[in-house]
């Protein structure tokens, strides 16, 4: 029968521990990064988020300007047509 030497035991524990916490270690380091990354990609998307929205907003002003000016036209096509029929009828 043999006996492992006195500590040895506590050796391989200690070894067993020292990698565990090297493992974690790198686990918290990819975590970190992992972190960094996504709040990087969730940046920029916030950022290109904020100019689509200035994208639409321009052009919802630009929709609206087009619209106003539809209405002007046509007011000032059925006032000509108004004329032309009061210069038939007269």
Same mark, same amino acid.
């Given at each position: 029968?043999?006996?492992? $030497? ?5 050796? =391989?524990?200690?070894? @067993?521990?020292?990698?565990? =916490? /090297? ?20 940046? @920029?998307?916030?950022r290109e988020a904020a100019q ?7 052009? $919802?002003?630009? %929709?609206?300007? %087009? ?6 036209? /046509? @007011?000032? =096509?059925?006032? %000509? ?6 210069l038939a009828g007269g």
């Open positions: 029968m043999s006996m492992t $030497a006195p500590g040895s035991a506590d050796a =391989i524990s200690l070894d @067993a521990l020292e990698e565990r =916490i /090297r493992q974690a270690i790198q686990l918290v380091a990819r975590l970190r990064q992992e972190k960094q990354a996504a709040l990087a990609e969730r940046d @920029a998307a916030l689509e929205k200035q994208r639409a907003d321009k052009l $919802a002003e630009e %929709l609206e300007a %087009l619209r106003e000016e539809r209405r002007q036209v /046509r @007011a000032r =096509i059925e006032k %000509l047509l108004g004329q032309i029929d009061a």
